[in-house]
């Protein structure tokens, strides 16, 4: 079992910047994919960006592309969400999960554990 713990959530201005972190509870963290969903108020979850485990190949969502950074620190056993030029519809739970196979890193249902989220609020 892998407890995923996010932190860094809060309230930020239009077109500011916040980075948000999970730390994952496992001694092989390296083995696992980690990527990065949201849940808007009235939406369903969906995906914003992962990252395989060497950090070697990720993938964004196209409503981030170009704005977010995704990475992660093996020794820390910690992924990294750098939100940039935030906009109000950016506004969701954010949720850490982490994955054991390396192939699709764009799917739910390919992640096995997930975080509890973390609330990041755009402001306008």
């Known amino acids: 079992q892998v407890q995923l713990v996010e932190s860094g959530g809060g309230l930020v201005q239009a077109g500011g910047s916040l980075r948000v972190s999970c730390v994952a509870s496992?001694?092989?963290?390296?083995?696992?994919?980690m990527g990065w969903f949201r849940r808007a108020p009235g939406k369903d979850r969906e995906f914003v960006t992962a990252?395989?485990?060497?950090?070697?190949?990720?993938r964004y969502a196209d409503s981030v592309k170009g704005r977010f950074i995704i990475s992660r620190d093996n020794t820390k056993n910690t992924v990294y969400l750098q939100m940039n030029s935030r906009k109000a519809e950016d506004t969701a739970v954010y949720y850490c999960?982490?994955?054991?196979?390396?192939?699709?890193?764009?799917?739910?249902?390919?992640?096995?554990?997930w975080g509890q989220g973390t609330q990041v609020t755009v402001s306008s």
């Open positions: 999960a982490a994955g054991r196979t390396d192939g699709v890193l764009d799917g739910q249902e390919e992640y096995d554990y």
């Open positions: 496992t001694r092989t963290f390296a083995w696992y994919k």
């Open positions: 990252i395989n485990g060497s950090g070697s190949r990720t």
